[in-house]
């Protein structure tokens, strides 16, 4: 079975610009999880998504969105790009069969690393 | 605000021996807790978890253990590798919270 997969895994863009990243869960996994990465932050929860639907938000601005298909993939924006927005963006999945409680088991994708000059 | 932290952000062991990398954890209503392992330019990946109605689990080569009552968590790793090297990170989750919650992470090197 294959993995998550995220695309593109390395991004370079310019302060002000906007930027897409997809995420493929693992086939016949239903939720999906952003999270960011940094040195200094570690690994902070952006949002999930479970049928389309946003369950949770963590602590991040208004530029930061994300949306899920009925296919379970899903991919997150963020737009007006800041330099403190370089770090590695993680996109998890896990089953959910049922609606799940939020408690399953997630796999993670290799991550995109986004690069703000 | 929220937040899982660790004790040593950095654990250098021998080949052969044991390790044990420490967590607290803040939430009480966390129910669900899960031990991740992190390469240098990979995702996290799953190793071991526990839910909070057991203060002991066991795998291949790791324990965790969940102590709720000072609500703190434990990853042993018995005669650690050098393939263990890694970036190891505590993480919490909670009934209905569809987020989990990630420690700052302790790197372990592991000396041949």
């Known amino acids: 079975k294959a993995g998550v997969t995220q695309t593109p895994r390395y991004l370079i863009k310019t302060r002000g610009q906007q930027v897409t990243l997809s995420c493929s869960p693992i086939s016949g996994h239903r939720s999906v999880s952003w999270y960011q990465q940094t040195p200094g932050q570690g690994l902070q929860f952006l949002f999930e998504y479970f049928s389309e639907t946003q369950r949770n938000k963590g602590n991040f601005p208004g530029r930061f969105s994300g949306r899920q298909f009925s296919n379970s993939r899903s991919e997150m924006n963020v737009s007006t790009l800041e330099l403190g927005d370089s770090a590695l963006y993680l996109c998890?999945?896990?089953?959910?069969?049922?609606?799940?409680?939020?408690?399953?088991?997630?796999?993670f994708g290799p991550g995109t690393r986004l690069l703000v000059l | 605000g929220e937040s899982v932290g660790l004790h040593l952000p950095t654990l250098s062991v021998q080949e052969g021996d044991n390790s044990i990398i420490n967590c607290a954890y803040s939430n009480s209503a966390s129910d669900y807790f899960i031990w991740y392992k992190q390469e240098s330019g990979k995702g996290p990946q799953f190793i071991i978890d526990?839910?909070?109605?057991?203060d002991k689990r066991q795998g291949q080569r790791v324990t965790v253990l969940l102590n709720k009552t000072v609500k703190h968590l434990s990853l042993q790793i018995a005669a650690t590798q050098p393939g263990d090297s890694a970036v190891y990170f505590c993480?919490?989750?909670?009934?209905?919270?569809?987020?989990?919650?990630f420690g700052a992470g302790t790197r372990l090197f592991v000396k041949a």
């Open positions: 993480a919490e989750t909670y009934t209905g919270g569809f987020k989990t919650i």
């Open positions: 998890a999945s896990s089953r959910m069969a049922s609606g799940g409680a939020g408690r399953e088991t997630q796999y």
């Open positions: 526990i839910r909070s109605n057991m």
